[in-house]
């Protein structure tokens, strides 16, 4: 009867403590975590104000803190301004590149990384550790000449090469967590009932790891459509949208600055949302 | 069956390789030779131009304060934030995505985010004025309140980079098995010994990832600054991309990228070292 | 259907050698079991039967036709795996008939084996389903279904058992025998408990550190074991080992005197199963100190000495004996083996 009691209190988080000092603590956590939630939030929906009141919401003061005074026009008068579009379509394409481009070159290495022992296999975890001690976007600087001489330079593929970088170290590692994550015996299975290698990846391997992958495809995504600096140093014209809200930065009006931002932030919350479910497997795998 | 074929290994990982060694590798020799050559032979002269820069001092300062403010800080909100989320059940999911939002927005949107706040009619200065403290809108974006856009940097920093700490941070947590807890409590261990004594050893290669990644990150920050101050607030990577996109001058800007990359790397190297993970000791 | 030979295989990792050099030759139809502890080489050797592996040096020979160099799908065998590797994004049907669809089986041919093989393994009711919908002992059917579905020259089963419990296990053992022996395939079951092992096979294969110790059939390995190690192996309790000194060829036993081997030297290893006894009196039997009685409802279990070395025996439960009592027992003398004790090899095993 005694040991009932015990365990039902420890399961409930509070050994041996009177219910009062159990629900105050139990107070104190909700109303921290909601705090964390709104230091969240609030920021987003401020600039979503912002984005949505016009000039006149810029100005007025002092501020009101409900969505009064908002429509979608301001929003959509920024689409319209010129250079907008087109840095977005730029900046959907060059993240469309990086994600082709360290799921092709990525899973692969991710797979080998987590079915073979082979010499090499710790010089090259090495190497794909190193390049995350260092700030990669500045490798854009010294790419800037070579890709003025491939005809690389202010081009989507540019920046989607280099955006590669910063993503394909990633996506070896966490596909490396993936393939893991399969069962060898499966693919043994496979090739035990009438599969060649390859037939056993596309027919078992690959449709477990379907899920994951695409996880990582989204933070490649998110990678490359977040990232300002290289973007800006090699293009000129063809500019992602980072790259075009920095540059146009300093002479634009404040409520396009704050439209700009709500564009940016969209699609990455949504992917987030997309993924929520791979964020802590894939850095617990990553992290390693 | 690897003896079968023991070249299947190198031919998966061999795109890879040639990748990353042509955009990884070379313009990193290449960034080293541009930033200790000039006119194609060894000289010093990059560096000493870079050094002697008016910006220099200011922005190699401004980013090891906002470095030492903003890492730590983050650790602690993340730390707190992992500790909380494991005692709840119904509901976990929507705050770990809720708290995993920033992560998907970049240095410049959040920014932008924070411009929106702090600006002159924002709604800090809406807040400050409805409770009396101040008594007409006050800037806090500007060069004359250097302290006070430090802060608004560090805050739009912290709000967008905790998260990342975050969610490795409670990946590591999520591989501690109950089990210790469990046993330390029965041994007495009250909750503030149980963190300190079990816990914080058992999240050890997660700290460290976590610290290696953030400071490496605040050592780039840029964006942020820029979208807040403008050209306000000097840090190291803006003066490279200065010196590259308005002075059109290389070799300077690769002495930038040279002195992060040595930061960066030194980071890295002490935290692998003062933080050394001893796998015998994991469970 | 077809008989297989392992020929002089050797399999290294590195510098351990899994394998040191195994020839064993199974005959059409035939169940053989490789029993042994964990790191005996037991999977290895499967594993390389089924082409996961590739041996180091040797031959296997599937019908008489070496498979060296042949990938998996090419040696006409299928597995079941010790964690049944039931593909989870494919439905129970699909699992059956995986196999068959690799091989370009018409839909019709597909659909007959797969009810085949599921009414033989009970699982028709759970041909839609997804395996994780499926308890332990469910996926295990499915396993063994999707490998007999195939109608394979070859069966392989590595540890299929070993994940279910107790009373589980058994009743599968009991449906893999009588299932198998309607299949009547040649089947190679590794495995490393002894009671699997006696109960399904034609013919047990003892292996351990990377040899083959023993082959035979069930009973002839119990009760005559090649080695040392194989009566310690096998059987519960283990085979008891005592040393006894020889004069005159004979073994003095209480009032006995056994003929021991011509090969035996001055002393002799007395290799006794703990029921090869029955309980007689002092002098006339041999001495037994008896340490701790354990009343085990179907008999009785006795831990105690023979000659200053550590003995277990089994009397029926009817016999009455304390602890720290002494007593005489009278060995089965048709029982016995008689072992080498430099070798530990018997000396009936070391003429053969």
């Given at each position: 009867m005694n040991e009932q009691t015990l365990t039902q209190n420890s399961a409930s988080g509070a050994p041996r403590s009177p219910a009062s000092f159990a629900s105050s603590s139990r107070w104190l956590l909700w109303s921290g975590i909601i705090m964390l939630c709104a230091w969240v939030l609030v920021p987003i929906y401020l600039v979503a104000l912002g984005a949505l009141g016009g000039r006149q919401g810029v100005y007025q003061?002092?501020?009101?803190?409900?969505?009064?005074?908002?429509?979608l026009e301001p929003f959509i008068l920024f689409l319209t301004t010129e250079g907008v579009v087109h840095s977005f379509f730029n900046s959907l394409g060059a993240a469309g590149i990086t994600v082709a481009l360290s799921i092709l070159l990525g899973a692969p290495a991710g797979y080998a990384l987590a079915r073979y022992n082979f010499w090499g296999k710790d010089s090259y975890r090495l190497l794909v550790l190193l390049t995350r001690a260092?700030?990669?976007?500045?490798?854009a600087l010294p790419l800037t000449v070579s890709f003025i001489r491939l005809g690389l330079y202010d081009t989507v593929l540019g920046v989607g090469l280099i955006h590669t970088v910063l993503a394909l170290p990633f996506a070896a590692l966490v596909t490396q967590g993936i393939f893991l994550g399969v069962p060898k015996e499966l693919e043994e299975a496979a090739w035990v009932f009438g599969c060649t290698r390859l037939q056993a990846f596309f027919k078992v391997v690959a449709p477990l790891a379907l899920p994951g992958l695409v996880a990582t495809a989204v933070f490649a995504f998110v990678i490359s459509w977040n990232e300002v600096f290289a973007a800006s140093v090699l293009t000129v014209r063809n500019r992602t949208l980072t790259a075009y809200l920095l540059t146009v930065l300093s002479e634009s009006p404040m409520h396009y600055r704050f439209a700009g931002g709500l564009l940016l932030i969209l699609p990455s919350v949504v992917f987030i949302f997309a993924v929520r479910r791979y964020l802590f497997a894939i850095w617990g795998i990553s992290s390693k | 069956m690897t003896q079968n074929r023991p070249w299947t290994p190198y031919l998966l990982i061999l795109p890879s390789v040639a990748f990353l060694a042509l955009l990884f590798i070379v313009p990193l020799v290449q960034t080293l030779w541009l930033a200790v050559s000039s006119d194609g032979s060894p000289s010093l002269d990059n560096m000493q131009r870079m050094v002697a820069d008016i910006n220099f001092t200011n922005s190699l300062r401004n980013t090891f304060l906002l470095t030492l403010a903003v890492v730590p800080v983050q650790i602690a909100i993340a730390l707190a934030m992992g500790t909380m989320v494991s005692k709840v059940g119904t509901g976990r999911e929507t705050i770990l995505w809720i708290w995993t939002i920033p992560l998907g927005i970049s240095d410049l949107a959040a920014g932008l985010v924070w411009l929106s706040i702090l600006q002159n009619t924002g709604y800090f200065n809406t807040i400050l004025f409805s409770l009396g403290l101040i008594e007409r809108q006050t800037g806090w974006l500007s060069y004359q309140t250097p302290v006070a856009l430090f802060f608004a940097i560090a805050v739009a920093e912290i709000w967008r980079g905790t998260a990342i700490v975050m969610v490795i941070i409670v990946a590591g947590l999520n591989q501690v098995p109950k089990e210790f807890k469990e046993a330390a409590e029965i041994f007495g261990a009250g909750p503030w010994t149980r963190f300190r004594k079990i816990t914080l050893p058992l999240i050890r290669p997660a700290l460290q990832s976590a610290l290696i990644l953030r400071t490496v990150l605040a050592f780039e920050v840029f964006a942020v600054v820029y979208a807040l101050g403008g050209r306000n607030f000097p840090v190291l990577v803006g003066e490279a991309y200065n010196w590259q996109n308005q002075n059109q001058n290389y070799g300077v800007a690769a002495a930038y990228a040279v002195l992060i990359m040595i930061i960066s790397l030194s980071a890295t190297l002490i935290y692998l070292k003062a933080l050394k993970v001893d796998p015998e000791r994991l469970p | 259907m077809a008989n297989i030979v392992i020929d002089r295989v050797r399999k290294s990792f590195g510098a351990f050698q899994a394998l040191k050099e195994v020839s064993l030759t199974i005959n059409d139809g035939e169940f053989v079991s490789l029993l042994g502890p964990s790191g005996c080489g037991k999977t290895t050797l499967l594993r390389i039967i089924a082409g996961l592996e590739t041996a180091s040096r040797g031959d296997i020979r599937i019908g008489d036709k070496s498979v060296i160099g042949l990938a998996p799908k090419d040696r006409g065998l299928a597995m079941v795996f010790q964690n049944y590797a039931v593909f989870p994004h494919m439905t129970v049907y699909e699992n059956v008939a995986f196999g068959l669809r690799r091989q370009k089986a018409d839909e019709t041919r597909v659909k007959a084996q797969v009810a085949k093989a599921a009414g033989l393994l009970h699982i028709e009711q759970y041909l839609d389903r997804y395996p994780n919908k499926l308890s332990g002992g469910q996926r295990q059917r499915v396993a063994v279904a999707r490998a007999l579905a195939v109608e394979p020259k070859v069966l392989l089963m590595d540890e299929p058992l070993s994940n279910l419990d107790a009373l589980l296990r058994l009743e599968m053992r009991t449906e893999l025998k009588t299932v198998l022996q309607s299949a009547g395939t040649t089947t190679i079951y590794v495995t490393h408990d002894q009671t699997e092992a006696m109960g399904l096979s034609d013919r047990i294969a003892v292996m351990h550190g990377g040899i083959v110790e023993q082959v035979g059939s069930p009973v002839d390995v119990y009760n005559h074991p090649a080695t040392r190690f194989v009566g310690g192996f096998i059987g519960n309790p283990p085979m008891n080992f005592i040393k006894v000194p020889v004069s005159n060829g004979k073994v003095v036993v209480g009032a006995d005197h056994l003929p021991v081997p011509r090969e035996a030297g001055a002393e002799v290893v007395l290799g006794l199963r703990g029921e090869a006894v029955e309980l007689s009196s002092l002098p006339q039997g041999l001495e037994m100190k008896v340490r701790v009685a354990e009343p085990m409802g179907s008999h009785l279990l006795l831990t105690g000495s023979i000659h200053d070395q550590p003995v277990r025996v089994i009397l029926p439960a009817s016999e009455t004996v304390k602890n720290g009592d002494t007593i005489g027992l009278k060995l089965d003398s048709q029982r016995i083996t008689w072992l080498s004790p430099e070798s530990g090899k018997s000396y009936s095993a070391e003429m053969a």
């Open positions: 003061w002092p501020k009101s803190f409900l969505p009064t005074g908002i429509s260092f700030p990669l976007a500045i490798l | - | -």
